[in-house]
């Protein structure tokens, strides 16, 4: 079996099929997701918040990027995956992004990259893909700017800003990208979006009308501490059943249970 290419997910679109994407960071992880059959795999800068501990993505670098989505690579057989550029690793510009898209491509083996801004990251794209280098885009909530929107907040309320999330979706598609990620966006407004264009859009609290979804797998599996966004659905409780095992251990070494006579060797 072959990877997915950018050119099946543009043949989903025209076939009006949905389909998911979630996050991975690690090897193990990503072999357990690519063997679920999810089609396309998001080496996200979340790994900031979930993976590394930092409390946003604006620490996150292209060396942890690039290790981590080598691993992503090597853990999976039929999954695109796709490698997200870090902040600070493409503002400065086209050749600046070239040069960090290249390197996830050449040193850790990704089939796209994803960056994040409309209208303001266009001129990257546009070198991006005309270099060979499939782009996700990413509109709306940016998290990279957090330190300029002052937090999380809902993204496109009011006609103003609307209007402008209309004009980045139009951008990153004329620029090139082959799908992009509406991030905390109205419903109505991200059906919009997703009408408008001929690439996929990719929702994350963009509610049901996009064509694709993306969660981070540690949302998504009950593995993140402490309060989720309202838009997380929990498909398991990871944190408990793995904190319950660790307990378990625990308690049988403590007590001598473990090991037992068939853990040992004579
Ligand atoms: O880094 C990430 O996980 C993302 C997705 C939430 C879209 O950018
Ligand atoms: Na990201």
């Given amino acids: 079996t072959r990877r997915i290419t ?4 543009a043949a989903a679109k025209q076939r009006g099929e949905k389909w998911p994407m979630l996050t991975a960071y690690d090897a193990m992880t990503a072999s357990v997701f690519d063997e679920a059959g999810i089609p396309v795999l998001l080496v996200g800068d979340s790994m900031g918040n979930c993976h590394l501990g930092y409390d946003s993505t604006v620490p996150v670098t292209m060396d942890e990027i690039t290790m981590l989505s080598a691993a992503v690579v090597r853990g999976t057989s039929r999954a695109l995956i796709v490698g997200d ?25 990704v089939g796209a990259v994803k960056l994040e801004g409309g209208e303001r990251s266009a001129h990257q794209i546009e070198l991006l893909v005309s270099s060979g280098i499939p782009v996700m885009a990413h509109i709306g909530l940016t998290p990279q700017s957090v330190n300029a929107f002052g937090g999380y907040p809902v993204q496109g309320r009011g006609e103003e800003a609307a209007q402008q999330l209309l004009r980045d979706a139009k951008a990153v598609q004329d ?7 509406l991030e905390l966006v109205p419903a109505e407004l991200a059906a919009e979006v997703t009408t408008m264009l001929h690439v996929p859009t990719v929702g994350i609290g963009a509610g049901p009308d996009c064509d694709a979804q993306v969660l981070v797998w540690t949302d998504m599996a009950g593995m993140t501490g402490g309060r989720l966004p309202r838009f997380v659905k929990q498909y398991a409780r990871l944190r408990e059943v793995l904190g319950d095992a660790a307990r378990s251990f625990a308690d049988e070494v403590v007590d001598g249970a473990y090991p037992a006579a068939e853990h040992s060797f004579h």
């Fill in 6 to 9: 950018v050119r099946d997910i």
């Fill in 175 to 181: 620029a090139g990208a082959f799908a992009v990620v």
């Fill in 85 to 109: 550029l870090p902040f600070g690793s493409y503002q400065e510009g086209p050749t600046q992004a070239l040069r960090n898209a290249t390197r996830l491509v050449k040193e850790a083996g």
